[in-house]
């Protein structure tokens, strides 16, 4: 069964301070990953996206690391913001299988 | 901005009852989803639509589901005898067309609970 991980579960940081979340996935054959944010009673919304031939790829105060080798990818959340407070997941999809593969999500709370 | 809709927000049902959820997708895009969220937990794919057929379901979409695209804007899920363990959020998504456009674009859900 191809699986995404990720971690940690839930992060709190300060405002203007960093969030780190890290996902791993254990099949190869992944086409596309991206990261979605969902707030509360809401869908998630998506945020970033990278390929596999790209190793990091910034948006703003968002950025995706990603490690073909170690099937690692990352997303970093510079300069943290309480709006940022929400749930995070990542997820990766297979263009042969037509669907996304979530991992299991971090709630970020930034403290102001 | 295009978005995905979703009807109802919020659906009630008794075990055993029938139930429609209703979505519209993006008016350009190709490909449809269902997704399920259980309360507190990740999203987890249950079906996937193209060119008037599924093409990838999970395990979790049993007899018990099935979709339809009646017309040329609406995209439904029926459960046919819904159970208790049906209480989730379910999530309508599509995605623009086959040249590698990968995105997909979520609706706002629809929380269905099953009394």
């Known amino acids: 069964q191809q699986q995404v991980k990720q971690s940690p579960q839930s992060l709190i940081v300060q405002k203007g301070g960093i969030s780190i979340i890290n996902c791993a996935y254990e099949?190869?054959?992944?086409?596309?990953f991206p990261w979605y944010q969902q707030f509360p009673g809401k869908g998630p919304a998506l945020l970033i996206a990278?390929?596999?031939?790209?190793s990091e790829k910034k948006e703003g105060r968002f950025t995706i690391s990603f490690n073909k080798s170690a099937k690692q990818f990352s997303l970093h959340i510079m300069d943290s913001q309480p709006g940022d407070s929400a749930t995070y997941f990542c997820?990766?999809?297979?263009?042969?299988?037509?669907?996304?593969?979530f991992g299991g999500g971090t709630r970020v709370l930034v403290k102001p | 901005e295009p978005e995905v809709t979703q009807t109802p927000s919020h659906q009630v049902t008794q075990m055993g009852q029938e139930v429609i959820l209703r979505c519209v997708p993006i008016?350009?895009?190709?490909?449809f989803y269902w997704y399920r969220q259980i309360l507190g937990q990740k999203v987890e794919f249950l079906v996937s639509?193209?060119?008037?057929?599924?093409?990838?379901k999970s395990e979790i979409f049993d007899d018990q589901f099935s979709v339809e695209r009646p017309d040329g804007s609406n995209f439904t899920l029926k459960i046919r005898s819904t159970k208790l363990e049906d209480s989730a959020m379910y999530f309508c998504?599509?995605?623009?067309?086959?040249?590698?456009?990968?995105?997909?674009?979520f609706g706002p859900g629809t929380r269905l609970t099953v009394t």
């Open positions: 990278i390929r596999p031939d790209v």
């Open positions: 998504a599509s995605r623009k067309t086959s040249g590698g456009a990968y995105e997909q674009y």
């Open positions: 997820a990766a999809f297979k263009a042969a299988g037509n669907k996304l593969t």
């Open positions: 099949n190869t054959a992944f086409d596309y």
């Open positions: 639509f193209y060119n008037n057929e599924i093409s990838e």
């Open positions: 008016s350009n895009h190709l490909y």
